[in-house]
T-cell receptor, first 112, second 114 residues
């Protein structure tokens, strides 16, 4: 069966520090991968998606970047965090014809 | 562009009360519709889905019917439990395209009191 792993679960980082959140999927190949952010009092916002290795599409301009170095690995990064980057980050995957996406447990990021 | 609008929360109910969370959408074509649930401190889980008009999705006592004429997908449950306390998200997936991106509503927080 397919599983998705996302880590760390919680993270507290100072302003200006770098960020790296990792997401891996097991049990499937060539999935579509997604990074969402859920900010306090707001809904889910799609940040990035990827349909293949090295292919990244950004939905909104921001302080973050994403990379997909391997088929089932999706990384969210920042060189210098801002206070506004605080939020709950969710990785998700879906497979082609399957309509629903499957989510990881999320990472709660607090920038102080 | 495509969008999802769901009722603002929070919603507070007593155990065994009836629940309705409204969701309407704007989309071109024939999207698939979903309800996801997020329990405290966790990621999102698919609750139910419907892929075409008049389909009814159901799971764990929750139901939602895809109404194309009213562009709605309201979530209902006849008798809620304390364990149903969570944030509920309505979402759509655009028809066509390879990305399959989901568009979410802002979420509705439900608190059920014993």
């Amino acid at each position: 069966s397919q599983t998705i792993h996302q880590w760390p679960a919680t993270l507290v980082q100072p302003v200006g520090s770098p960020l790296s959140l990792e997401c891996t999927v097991e049990g499937t190949s060539n999935p579509n991968l997604y990074w969402y952010r859920q900010a306090a009092g707001r809904g889910l916002q799609l940040l990035f998606y990827s349909v293949g290795i090295g292919q990244i599409s950004s939905e909104v301009p921001q302080n973050l970047s994403a990379s997909r170095p391997q088929d089932r690995q999706f990384i969210l990064s920042s060189k210098k965090l801002l206070l506004s980057d605080s939020g709950f980050y969710l990785c998700a995957w879906k497979q082609g014809a399957i309509t629903e996406a499957f989510f990881g447990q999320g990472t709660r990021l607090t920038v102080v | 562009g495509d969008s999802v609008t769901q009722m603002e929360g929070p919603v507070t109910l007593s155990e065994e009360a009836c629940l309705t969370i409204n969701c309407t959408y704007t989309a071109t074509g024939y999207p698939s519709l979903f309800w996801y649930v997020q329990y405290p401190g966790e990621g999102l889980q698919l609750l139910l889905k419907a892929t075409k008009a008049d389909d009814k999705g159901s799971n764990k006592g929750f139901e939602a019917t895809y109404r194309k004429e009213t562009t709605s997908f309201h979530l209902e449950k006849g008798s809620v439990q304390v364990s149903d306390s969570a944030v509920y998200f309505c979402a759509l997936r655009r028809s066509g395209g390879s990305q399959g991106n989901l568009i979410f509503g802002k979420g509705t927080k439900l608190s059920v009191k014993p």
